[in-house]
């Protein structure tokens, strides 16, 4: 059976738009139809990497395109402080939205987007990829499961050389990042560790270092959740290196460790042991998971608008608390 054809555009055509794009037009049955970038050397650059034909059609204005071309879905990988009017823009012309982290970057815009997709039908989708990692569903069903008890308490940390590398660039600007790295790549920790555990924040206590520029760098936040779990969570912006994430989940009867890409489990006062791959689910890729959302072969939405709005939430709790100097509780409303 053939499958539903999909005409797909893209809003924001840099690097990691790039990647997007060669998922996408992988699968069959979808089509890139048009790109919207104000620069052409970053469109001239997705066509070449992503193999598309010079002819197609290009634009520096998203409306134009999403008025020219009404593609069934787009993909949006512009800077974060654009994100709200890029994905409302898209919603209004009756495309299904997949959007890079964070989905938006105010609580304001947050609900406005949920609003927004209840009233249209649409799907959207945020690219929060850990929801498909093997590791993080493994530590999602044994934490949900219940069969090593109840959480106690969990440590997350999250480190790469971003002050250096984004000197001077959109992600530290303060309307365009829409905050600093935690709202960057600390917003995927946020995510991951509010999905694995399935509890909300309660109080939330953070110290923020903005070191000379305009927006965060380094967090060291503290948690805790409506379940009565606790947890530290470190963001640090300022370190040598690519990006690194360590995980620890410490429950009743045991623990799960994550370093450097390797889970670790532990039973009672046994040793920790590797968990074997043959004990995860298989990794699935969040282009094609949009792809088969749309067309309906997925039932649920696996990185949906709710997630978008916990994150923010927490975050915006934590430059709060950072600003008045004392815990602050967490408005989930």
């Known amino acids: 059976m053939s499958k539903q054809k999909l005409n797909f555009a893209f809003i924001g055509c840099g690097g990691n738009a790039r990647g997007h794009g060669r998922s996408v037009s992988s699968v069959e ?34 409306v134009e395109m999403l008025d020219a071309v ?19 823009d898209a919603l209004d012309a009756g495309c299904h939205v997949h959007t890079e982290k ?85 917003s995927h920790l946020i995510d991951i560790l509010l999905w694995v555990l399935e509890a909300s924040p309660d ?13 965060d760098v380094l967090t060291a936040m503290s948690i805790k959740f409506d379940t009565g779990a606790l947890c530290n969570i470190s963001i640090v912006g300022h370190a040598y290196g690519g990006v690194r994430e360590d995980f620890s989940i410490w429950l009743e009867e045991g623990a799960l460790y994550l370093r450097a890409g390797q889970l670790h489990r532990q039973e009672g006062d046994g040793k920790s042991e590797l968990v074997d791959d043959s004990e995860m689910p298989e990794q699935a890729n969040k282009d094609v998971a949009f792809i088969e959302l749309i067309r309906g072969e997925r039932t649920e939405n696996p990185i949906g608008v709710e997630n978008g709005l916990r994150v923010i939430q927490l975050t915006e709790a934590a430059w709060q608390s950072a600003e008045l100097g004392r815990p602050v509780k967490v408005d989930l409303s």
């Not at 066509?47 to 010079?54: A, H, P, S, W, Y």
């Not at 593609?71 to 994100?83: F, M, N, Q, T, W």
Request: proline share 5%; aromatic share 8%.
């Open 29 to 62: 049955g979808v089509e890139i139809v048009a790109l919207a970038d104000p620069s052409e050397a970053s469109l001239d650059a997705f066509k070449e990497t992503v193999g598309l034909e010079d002819s197609l059609p290009t634009y520096t204005d998203h």
């Open 70 to 88: 009404k593609p069934d879905a787009v993909v949006i990988s512009s800077p974060h402080g654009l994100h709200f009017q890029h994905i409302m």
């Open 102 to 186: 964070p989905m938006v970057c105010t609580v304001d815009h947050a609900k406005q987007v949920i609003a927004k997709v209840e009233e249209t039908g649409l799907h959207l989708m945020i690219g929060y990829q850990r929801h498909l990692s093997p590791t993080y569903q493994y530590c999602r069903r044994v934490v949900q499961s219940g069969e090593l008890g109840r959480v106690n308490f969990v440590s997350a940390h999250q480190s790469q050389n971003w002050y250096r590398n984004q000197q001077g660039k959109w992600r530290q600007d303060p309307f365009l990042g829409g905050g600093g790295q935690l709202n960057d790549s600390g």
């Open 203 to 215: 109080t939330v206590f953070a110290m923020i270092d903005n070191l000379d520029i305009e927006v």
